[in-house]
């Protein structure tokens, strides 16, 4: 099949709350740096333009944590109470108009790396009209890349969810592309998953 180029922006969803870890997470240190700055470094050194990283919980925090070599767009939400979908809604609206579509990563996963996210795009330009989303030892993860013909649906998810309703409806349209190194897909919600990710062992790495 033909390969077209595609202008994918990366949205970072970095508002939540960390109900579950008792301090925020993004800002926990993993080799020197928060958490959430491994995804914004691996995000900004892949093909991804423009990254845009959505803020809510100590946004301030978070906002001062963030370091890259390239421009990046920080952005506020004032909703991020109401849940994950919120966030989503505000990356996509951010997003320049002629880009063909968005990859969705979770701020807690400090694994992934600028080569997942440029075989996510690659793929995503093989085939434009797909949904490609990460995958882990045969497992669907994240980060997730919708094209611009998603948006309009994934601007009316509501509650605590991203794209997970719009994957189960469209699932025929999916596409994998699976990890070389299964723990890109590792996400960080709980002490005992942090602790893990410190002694390099991570518990689960579906990214779910």
């Known amino acids: 099949m033909a390969q077209e180029q595609r202008s994918v922006a990366a949205i970072i969803l970095a508002a939540g709350r960390s109900s579950r870890m008792g301090s925020h997470k993004l800002l926990l240190p993993y080799k020197g740096r928060p958490i959430v ?12 333009d423009p990254v845009i990283v959505v803020l809510g919980h100590e946004a301030q925090q978070v906002d001062a944590a963030l370091q890259a070599e390239r421009w990046f767009l920080a952005i506020h939400n004032p909703w991020y109470v109401d849940g994950l979908s919120t966030s989503l809604r505000i990356g996509l609206a951010a997003t320049p108009k002629d880009v063909d579509g968005a990859i969705i990563l979770l701020g807690d996963q400090p694994l992934i790396t600028p080569e997942n996210i440029n075989a996510m795009i690659a793929e995503s330009a093989r085939y434009p009209d ?7 030892q045969g497992r669907r993860g994240n980060p997730v890349l919708f094209p611009r013909q998603c948006f309009a649906e994934l601007e009316t998810i509501t509650g605590d969810e991203g794209g997970r309703s719009a994957l189960a409806r469209h699932a025929e349209r999916v596409r994998l592309v699976e990890s070389a190194n299964a723990l890109a897909g590792f996400d960080v919600d709980t002490p005992e998953e942090y602790q893990a990710l410190l002694s390099e062992a991570p518990l689960d790495a579906d990214g779910d």
């Not at 700055?37 to 991804?48: D, E, F, G, P, R």
């Open 37 to 48: 700055n491994w995804v914004l470094a691996a995000a900004c050194a892949s093909q991804a």
């Open 130 to 136: 797909a949904i490609v989303a990460a995958s882990y």
